[in-house]
């Protein structure tokens, strides 16, 4: 049997206690629910030892792996890309008193609060397009067909940005990326292979471009795909908008009535998957999944299971917690399906009464918001992670 503290030399128990002592509250804390980021935050202003430890690198390292999946903090919520025209209903965007922008439609679900870029917005409307490992997406809304359009990659939690330019590119012989509704799409990805992105949202990304373009001369849509060099928010070092990206991927038709679904790309396996609809008048409407390989640079059509019925907000696509790649429809006229969290088995629907969270296995539900009139939601998943006070972060300046 180990000796207990009152067996041991006195001088070993006032080196072994204080050993416990830390070892018994980071037990207590790995406990403490990560989708109240708010009770980390009172348990660090206790004392100088609890907040040593909420913040120590160890600590923070072994609660990401207690938790494993990062918990939903907030959503963002988008009109139709291409859109710059509020929708009835739909929540105002705060302004500046300069009256620009301030921030896209950010929703907190806990008590967490977005960082906004120490230098703001500039003169640009953004709306939300993605949001993975930690990042948000987001595109500009004004200067729809000019080409001084940008995307802009938010850290909500640092508040760092870094704005990228729009592919500039020439898609063989086709025309010009025109952008408006259902032409386009793009996704925010970590760059680091091998990567559990539970703690990543500082390092290196990616954004993948997705358009539907016209061949010259022809009819029928061709989508093709660009992919930017590994970008980072790296706020101690400068940053340049002028993004290199790839060549686009060899293209695939699809037809000329097809569009893209304004939800963002579900990532599965290495691979991305958008959602095209088909619908033209005195036709039956259908729709195709189009499922980009990031490690083959390969774009393929799949055949959606659901045909016959307009799949405006009533079908999305889902990255089941199997890591399959799932379908979810709905008959009712009275509810609508906004998105889906990666990588679980959750829905997200809005009704008359708000918004609420669903588990299409388990059936239980949960209400996370009073809104009502939505076009998409897009969750925003990560760990709270404070950083140290007087620390700032903007990379677009």
Same mark, same amino acid.
């Given at each position: 049997?180990?000796?207990?503290?009152?067996?041991?030399?006195?001088? /070993?128990?006032?080196?072994?206690?204080?050993?416990?002592?830390?070892?018994?509250?980071?037990?207590?804390?790995?406990?403490?629910?990560?989708?109240? !980021?708010?009770?980390?935050?009172?348990?660090?202003?206790?004392?100088?030892?609890?907040?040593?430890?909420?913040?120590? !690198?160890?600590?923070?390292?072994?609660?990401?792996?207690?938790?494993?999946?990062?918990?939903?903090?907030?959503?963002?919520?988008?009109?139709?890309? $291409?859109?710059?025209?509020?929708?009835?209903?739909?929540?105002?965007?705060?302004?500046?008193?300069?009256?620009?922008?301030?921030?896209?439609?950010?929703?907190?679900?806990?008590?967490?609060?977005?960082?906004?870029?120490?230098?703001?917005?500039?003169?640009?409307?953004?709306?939300?397009?993605?949001?993975?490992?930690? %990042?948000?997406?987001?595109?500009?809304?004004? $200067?729809?067909?000019?080409?001084?359009?940008?995307?802009?990659?938010?850290?909500?939690?640092?508040?760092?940005?870094?704005?990228?330019?729009?592919?500039?590119?020439?898609? $063989?012989?086709?025309?010009?990326?025109?952008?408006?509704?259902?032409?386009?799409?793009?996704?925010?990805?970590? /760059?680091?292979?091998?990567?559990?992105?539970?703690?990543?949202?500082? $390092?290196?990304?990616?954004?993948?471009?997705?358009?539907?373009?016209?061949?010259?001369?022809?009819?029928?849509?061709?989508?093709?795909?660009?992919?930017?060099?590994?970008?980072?928010?790296?706020?101690?070092?400068?940053?340049?908008?002028?993004?290199?990206?790839?060549?686009?991927?060899?293209?695939?038709?699809?037809?000329?009535?097809?569009?893209?679904?304004?939800?963002?790309?579900?990532?599965?396996?290495?691979?991305?998957?958008?959602?095209?609809?088909?619908?033209?008048?005195?036709?039956?409407?259908?729709?195709?999944?189009?499922?980009?390989?990031?490690?083959?640079?390969?774009?393929?059509?799949?055949?959606?299971?659901?045909?016959?019925?307009?799949?405006?907000?009533?079908?999305?696509?889902?990255?089941?917690?199997?890591?399959?790649?799932?379908?979810?429809?709905?008959?009712?006229?009275?509810? %609508?399906?906004?998105? /889906?969290?990666?990588?679980?088995?959750?829905?997200?629907?809005?009704?008359?009464?708000?918004?609420?969270?669903?588990?299409?296995?388990?059936?239980?539900?949960?209400?996370?918001?009073?809104?009502?009139?939505?076009?998409?939601?897009? !969750?925003?998943?990560?760990?709270?992670?404070?950083?140290?006070?007087?620390?700032?972060?903007?990379?677009?300046?």
């Amino acid at each position: 049997m180990p000796p207990t503290l009152s067996a041991l030399p006195e001088e /070993a128990v006032e080196e072994t206690a204080p050993v416990l002592l830390e070892e018994i509250l980071e037990q207590i804390f790995l406990r403490l629910p990560p989708d109240e !980021p708010a009770c980390l935050v009172r348990a660090s202003l206790a004392s100088k030892l609890w907040l040593a430890l909420l913040t120590g !690198p160890r600590f923070r390292s072994r609660y990401r792996e207690h938790h494993a999946a990062p918990p939903m903090l907030g959503f963002l919520n988008s009109t139709p890309w $291409g859109s710059t025209e509020q929708q009835e209903g739909h929540p105002a965007v705060t302004e500046t008193e300069e009256g620009h922008p301030a921030v896209p439609p950010f929703v907190s679900t806990t008590g967490f609060r977005a960082r906004l870029p120490d230098h703001g917005w500039g003169h640009r409307d953004y709306n939300a397009w993605d949001c993975r490992h930690g %990042r948000v997406l987001l595109g500009q809304n004004n $200067g729809l067909l000019e080409g001084a359009r940008r995307l802009a990659v938010w850290d909500p939690m640092t508040g760092c940005r870094r704005e990228l330019q729009k592919p500039e590119v020439v898609y $063989g012989e086709v025309d010009e990326v025109v952008y408006s509704y259902g032409l386009y799409a793009a996704a925010v990805l970590c /760059a680091v292979s091998s990567c559990d992105h539970l703690a990543c949202h500082e $390092g290196p990304f990616r954004v993948v471009h997705f358009s539907l373009t016209k061949v010259v001369g022809g009819d029928d849509f061709v989508a093709q795909v660009c992919m930017s060099s590994p970008e980072t928010c790296d706020c101690s070092k400068p940053s340049s908008d002028l993004a290199e990206w790839s060549n686009p991927c060899p293209g695939v038709s699809v037809g000329r009535d097809g569009y893209i679904e304004p939800r963002p790309p579900i990532l599965i396996n290495e691979a991305l998957h958008l959602m095209l609809s088909h619908f033209c008048h005195g036709a039956v409407p259908y729709a195709q999944i189009i499922k980009y390989d990031l490690s083959s640079d390969c774009l393929s059509l799949i055949d959606a299971p659901k045909g016959g019925v307009n799949m405006d907000n009533v079908s999305i696509l889902m990255a089941m917690e199997d890591g399959s790649l799932g379908f979810a429809h709905l008959k009712s006229k009275d509810i %609508r399906l906004l998105g /889906a969290v990666e990588g679980s088995d959750v829905i997200f629907v809005t009704t008359d009464l708000g918004i609420y969270s669903l588990n299409v296995k388990s059936l239980q539900d949960k209400k996370i918001s009073n809104e009502e009139c939505l076009v998409s939601l897009i !969750p925003y998943m990560s760990f709270y992670n404070t950083r140290e006070k007087g620390e700032t972060c903007d990379a677009a300046h």
